[in-house]
């Protein structure tokens, strides 16, 4: 019993490390860019993100610069930043 709990925390942990590379490229400089911008500078970076999006850029590759604003935008907003865990279970 004990091997096959084992065995499912291995699956988890290779899920989980799978979104690490994903998670680092939010944190890195796509967040430090952000915190930069004025309040207005960062409303209309949604704008831009849904105008890429309408002109044919998938969602994929969308993914870290939007997962980077919904963590600037809690920042700013609760003055709470996600941790990493927290953009892996999103």
């Known amino acids: 019993m004990l091997k096959w709990f084992s065995g499912l925390l291995d699956t988890n942990k290779r899920t989980l490390s799978s979104y690490e590379p994903l998670v680092s490229a939010i944190s890195s400089n796509r ?33 870290v610069e939007a997962f980077a604003l919904a963590r600037e935008a809690g920042r700013r907003t609760a003055g709470m930043r996600m941790f990493d865990v927290q953009l892996m279970a999103a």
Do not use: V
């Not at 967040?31 to 994929?60: I, M, N, P, Q, Y």
């Open 31 to 63: 967040e430090l860019r952000l915190k930069k911008l004025k309040d207005e500078e960062f409303a209309g970076e949604t704008a831009r993100l849904k105008l890429r999006h309408e002109r044919g850029e998938s969602l994929d590759d969308l993914l």
